[in-house]
Structures are given as C-alpha cells and as structure tokens.
C-alpha cells in the first residue's frame, strides 16, 4: 500500500513538473535541458529558508517560485532571441552552473553532503508527514497547476504561444511581441517547476544535488517526448508511463544493478523510435516541424 | 608555475580541438546538432580500453582499432539514423531528438557492460619531459602533436582537394550542390567518417592520458560545442581557435579559483559569447536573429 502511495506521490511531483515544461516544448516550441535546475532551485531555495530562517512552508514555497522565476530571467534574456540549437545549447549551459553551484558552494548548499532532516510541510497547524496525507497535498497542489495551465493554455496568451511555435514570422506580422512572450512562458514554467521541488524536498526530507542532474532535465524532457506535447494530454500520458515503467520492469524481475540502465536504455530507443513513426509522442499535438 | 597552467591549458585545448573541429565539419555541414558526437568519443575510448584489457592487444593496434570503432559508429549513426530521417525531410529538431535518443541509448548500454567507476588504461608512471620549467608526459606531448599533424592536414584536406570543395559547398548550398548532381549521401558518410575520426583520436589519446568513464562523451561534446560557438558557427577552422582559447582559460584560471568550477567556467564563456559576439571570433557577422 505504501509502495503504491509513494508511486502515487512521485507521479504528481512529475505531473507538475511536466505539464510545466509542455508550456516551453509544446507550446511555444523551446527544446529546454535546464528543467531540473529550477527544480533544484526550488527545492533548495524553500530548503534554506525553511531551515536557517524558519519559514512557514507555504512561504518558503512562494519563495521558491519568485527566486526561480528571477533566475529564470537569466537564461531567457540571453537565449530566447536565438533559436534551435543556440535555446537547447543556452539551456545546457545553465542546467550545468546551476548544478556546479548546487555542488560546490558547501557553505550555502552542504555540497555534496546534501541536507538531511528537512521538516514535512505545515499548513494551517497540520503536518503532511504521513504517505496519505503528503498525497492528498501533492494532489491538490498539481490539480492547481492542471487547472491553471488549462486556463493559460485556452487563453490568449496560450493561442499567441501555439502561433509562436507554429510561424514565428507570421505570429510577429500580426503585432506579437515574440520575444516577451517567450520570456514569459519561460518564466511561467520555471516557476511552477519550483512548486515541484519544494514538494519534492518535503517529501524525501533530504535533498543533495544529484536530484537535479543533466540526466534528470533530459529524464523530464523524455516525458513530453515519450508522452506527446502541444496539448494537456500528453503529459498526464507521458508522466503515467515514464513513473511507472520502472516499476514494472521490477515486476519483471530485472537485477536492482542494471534496471535503471535498462530504463533508460528502453527511453532512449523509444525516442528514436517515436522520433521516426510518431514525432508527436503517444497522445501529443505537436511534431517538432 | 604559469608557464605549467598554459601548457596544461595547451594540452587540454588540443584535444577539445579535435572534438571541435569533428563537430564543427558535421554541424556546419548537416546543421545537425549531433549530441551523439559524443557517445562516438566515449564508444571509442571503451572499445580501446576493451581491445587492450580484455583481448590483450598491444596499445598501438588498440588505439587504431578503438579509432576505427569510432569511424564506424559515426558513419552507422548517419546511415541508419540521420540518413533516413533526411530522406523524410524531418525537421532538425526530430533529427536532434533522435540523436539524443542515440546517446542515451549507447551511454547506459556501456555503463551496464563496464560500470560506471572510472577505469585506468596506463600501465603506471608515464615518462616526463622537461621543458624549460614545464614539464609534460609523454601522452601530454602526444596529445599536442596530434592535433598539431592533425589541424593541417584539415585544412589541406579542406582547401585543395575535391572532397574538401565539396564539404565547403554543402555547408554554402545543399539544394545546390544537389541539383548540381553531387553524391550527398556519400558526401555526409566522408564528413561523419572525418568527424568521428578526430573524436576518436582525441578520445583514446585522453583516455590514456586520464582514464575514462561512461560520461567522459557528454563533457567532450559540451566542451566541443562551446569551442565551436566562441570559434564561431559556419567556419572550419574557427573551432580549433575556440577550443584552444577554452582551455587555457580554464587552467588558467585553476590558478586563481578552484578547478570544480571549470565546467560552469566555460558555459558562462558560452552566454557571454552568445550575448555580445553570437557569430564567434572567426564566424561572419551576423544578426543576432540570424544564427
């Protein structure tokens, strides 16, 4: 039961985390490997605060969304002017800074020792420190961010993001501002992707800077890729497989030594595969044109 | 002590180098972002680890072999991936996608076989030489000469012979260089072929000198990319400038701040570069909503 809770829970950390991120790919059209980073930057940001300046959580979480969401300006400033390949290599780029500055600023961030001891989140006097009640919280909070990208997505803004992905020239004829929107959308996603660390972090109650891996950015892209993007199906698709296809392959009965080779080696031919047949993923809209 | 970070630094750029200018040939040719570059760099330095440690060859053979592999992985990518994606007409970002697919693919397949610990490939204590007040290993000085044959035949290959008019030509016009009735298909099997063999060189020449890991491939691409956009996109040679560049300022720098930053070092080279000179030291100049 509590193994099927703690499937449950990662699923919803993954939901956030994709369907933010479907903003970038699906929408507008943005290949970003730095996804992780503003993971990471959530979970250590609520982390810190919570801990050295005992912050209430929900504080400490909208914390984290603002200091991921300024961040975030960082690499959209420099790189949205730019396209393709120069977006995915900029991306990169930050992905890798942010995780060398996760690792070697000990003093701030303990390094590789990561923090232990993170308390569970307080809301109103409660504590979600029990599996069912952690879930009835994650829950809420990824129907939240459902609800609020279903709005975003049908809304103007959405329309002027699909018109971005599919003609950028055409969409800026029409008097789009192209580049703010763009910033915007990367600002959005970045800061809901903060919302999943700062879950994240209180769930594990120890995070360190391997969470928030290249390998982890390119683990989440592989969910919109696997999945499908473009609309707010693919992702709900792509997180339910990517989360659970581990698990079955425990089933399987696949040695603990090589099973997350196995999983990943399974995503990598999946990506080609689907790359050739099926560019828009499982139950996606967009086919990278 | 500076001379001996500048020669360091030396060392390191000339193998980023033979990356980069691999890189660069594919990328300027095929606008493929070919991220399974470096699954070839790291394909090749395990396939010599394997044919040294486990067939127990001598090195020099080894090397070719774990050379060759890297031609033949390269040339397999864009025959049985890249190839048919173009014929589709597939769009650059799918091509990307696939190729990230590729790498990931190969990269958990070695670590499964070999681990993921680092493995050591030289036999102990390597002979040094003494320059001045640098001193090197023989592998070190090997490393530079490579790319110091290397680097002009490149050009030679590039400038005057046939092959070399018709890589130039398709990085100026494919559409062109079609109706003019050139074979592009074997015209991309030499560039991946050419490619893949300047990885390999550099990727078992590091492997000797350093050892090697199933994630040595990703931090070779990233370096090579960078080079190749501080070298500027769309010129040959430029990479190799941008390659030496990189790694003189990161071993530089070790002598000032800590070496666990040189990775983020040189992607903050990257955005600076992308921010006030997006078309490279060498590239043409262009609007920035060109590149």
Redesign the interface.
Known sequence: MNYLLHILIMITIYFILSLSLNLLVGYTGLLSLCHAAFYGIGAYTSTLLIMKLGLSFPLALIAGIGVSMILSLLVAYPSLRLKGDYFVLTSLAFQIIVFSILYNWVSLTRGPYGIPGIPHPRLFGLEFGSLPSFLALSSVLAFLVFFILYRLSSSPFGRVLKAIREDEIAASALGKKIPSFKIWAFVIASGIAAISGSLYAGYVTYIDPTSFTLDESIFIMAILLVGGSGNLKGPIVGTLFMVILPEALRFLGIPDTVAPNVRQMIYGLLLILLMYFRPQGIAGEYKFE | MVLQLLANGIVTGCVYALVALGLGLIYNTTRI?HIAHGIVYTFSAYMFYTFVRSLGLNVLPSFLLGVISAVVLGIMIEAF?YW??FK?R?????????S???????V??I??LYGNETKVLSPGVERTFHIGSMILTRIQILEILAFVLLFPLFVFVLKTTKLGKLIRALSDNPTLLTVLGADVRKLRIWIFGLGSFLAGVASCLTALDVGLDPHVG?EAF?MA??SM?VGGIGNFEGAALGALILGIVQNMLIWKI?A??T??LA??I??LF??FR?EGLMGRRRR??E?
């Not at chain 2, 597939?90 to 696939?98: D, E, G, H, N």
């Not at chain 2, 990230?100 to 190969?106: S, T």
């Open positions: 972002f991936l048919p994606f589709k597939a769009s650059l970002m799918i091509v990307f996608i696939s990230l697919g590729v790498y990931i693919f190969l958990n397949l670590a499964m990703m990233l990319a960078v956009i800590s666990r930053w990775e983020a992607f903050l990257l955005v992308l921010l997006p920035l909503e590149v």
